[in-house]
């Protein structure tokens, strides 16, 4: 079976900080690029970071640029996505996902085209 799980979300101050985990079971993290999206109530779903297979480049969306940091555990097979100086807009669902498709790479992650075996989410909420 395929899957992944997100954890480390939480109930945070804005500014604080958070470290979610993605943990792959039935396939190795290392051969696939690795998406962090996120979907906030009543919105679309967004990428936020994304981590190459190829040369382990990494990709932010310029809302979270700065701020978060994604990284990668080969031993562990999780990927990572710290995150730093929340603020109040960076509450929702995070979600993580393996790219499918090699060719697309993290290019497609902020729409997510190709990106699949969805993990349950976990929840983020930046409050005072």
């Known amino acids: 079976q395929l899957q992944l799980v997100e954890s480390g979300g939480g109930l945070v101050q804005p500014g604080g900080s958070l470290r979610l985990s993605c943990a792959a079971s039935?396939?190795?993290?290392?051969?696939?690029?690795i998406g962090w999206f996120r979907q906030a109530p009543g919105k679309e779903r967004e990428g936020v970071s994304c981590?190459?297979?190829?040369?382990?480049?990494?990709f932010y969306a310029d809302s979270v640029k700065g701020r978060f940091t994604i990284s990668r555990d080969n031993a562990k097979n999780t990927v990572y996505l710290q995150m730093n100086s929340l603020k109040v807009e960076d509450t929702a669902v995070y979600y993580c996902?393996?790219?499918?498709?090699?060719?697309?790479?993290?290019?497609?992650?902020?729409?997510?085209?190709?990106?699949?075996?969805w993990g349950q989410g976990t929840q983020v909420t930046v409050s005072s």
């Open positions: 996902a393996v790219q499918s498709m090699p060719f697309y790479g993290c290019s497609t992650y902020r729409a997510g085209t190709g990106f699949g075996s």
């Open positions: 981590i190459s297979r190829r040369d382990g480049s990494s």
């Open positions: 039935g396939f190795s993290l290392d051969y696939y690029a």
